[in-house]
């Protein structure tokens, strides 16, 4: 009876086992507590972390130190503004002379260009009306080749004409002289007439 009576029940069993799952939740919860407050320190480390805002404050002062001595010079540094830089050298060392070289040379480049760039900025806000003007100036131009193309076939029409009379009047000189021959006058004809006879003749 006494062995039988040392033996724990399955309920009391359980009841620990649900302690122990209770427990492990809890540190659970607590190390997901602690997982977060470290990302949250991570992410918010340059703004609360003593070293980034010691590194912010370093900063801070010497930019301060920086406009005090801006201001305390600032009547000198108006009359250095005022003067015109010419003459002045600047110190380079010679590693980087190369380099100010080529750039000097793309400095004179875009100076040289500045005027047409600025002018491109300038027309660009006008470049709609100016293609409406190309294309109006390109519709009168194939009206004027049209034009030119008919005005080129009527001039070569007309010395076809011109040579078409001009093949006739040898024929009406030797008629004149044949009569001339003859004895026979002939009045002359108006310039109208003439024009009739050879239009017709041409016809």
């Given at each position: 009876m006494l062995n039988i009576s040392k033996k724990s029940t399955s309920?009391?069993?359980?009841?620990?086992?649900?302690?122990?799952?209770?427990?492990?939740?809890?540190?659970?919860?607590?190390?997901?507590?602690?997982?977060?407050?470290?990302?949250?320190?991570?992410?918010?480390a340059d703004v609360v972390h003593p070293s980034f805002l010691a590194q912010k404050c370093h900063s801070l002062q010497s930019m301060n130190n920086h406009l005090e001595a801006v201001l305390k010079e600032k009547r000198s540094l108006r009359q250095r503004l005022l003067k015109p830089m010419c003459?002045?050298?600047?110190?380079?060392?010679?590693?980087?002379?190369?380099?100010?070289?080529?750039?000097?040379?793309?400095?004179?480049?875009?100076?040289?260009?500045?005027?047409?760039?600025?002018?491109?900025?300038?027309?660009?806000?006008?470049?709609?009306?100016?293609?409406?003007?190309?294309?109006?100036?390109?519709?009168?131009?194939?009206?004027l080749v049209t034009e030119t193309e008919e005005l080129a076939e009527n001039i070569l029409k007309w010395r076809e004409q011109q040579k078409e009379v001009s093949s006739y009047i040898p024929k009406i000189l030797a008629e004149k002289n044949s009569l001339h021959k003859h004895d026979v006058i002939v009045p002359p004809l108006p310039l109208t007439s003439k024009v009739n006879v050879q239009t017709i003749n041409a016809k």
């Open positions: 309920c009391f069993v359980n009841f620990s086992r649900l302690q122990q799952i209770t427990d492990i939740q809890a540190e659970i919860y607590q190390k997901n507590l602690e997982i977060e407050l470290l990302s949250l320190e991570k992410d918010a003459q002045g050298n600047l110190p380079i060392e010679a590693v980087y002379h190369r380099y100010m070289v080529h750039l000097l040379e793309l400095a004179v480049t875009f100076i040289e260009r500045l005027e047409d760039h600025l002018e491109t900025i300038r027309n660009i806000p006008h470049l709609d009306a100016d293609l409406k003007k190309m294309s109006t100036a390109l519709a009168k131009m194939d009206i």
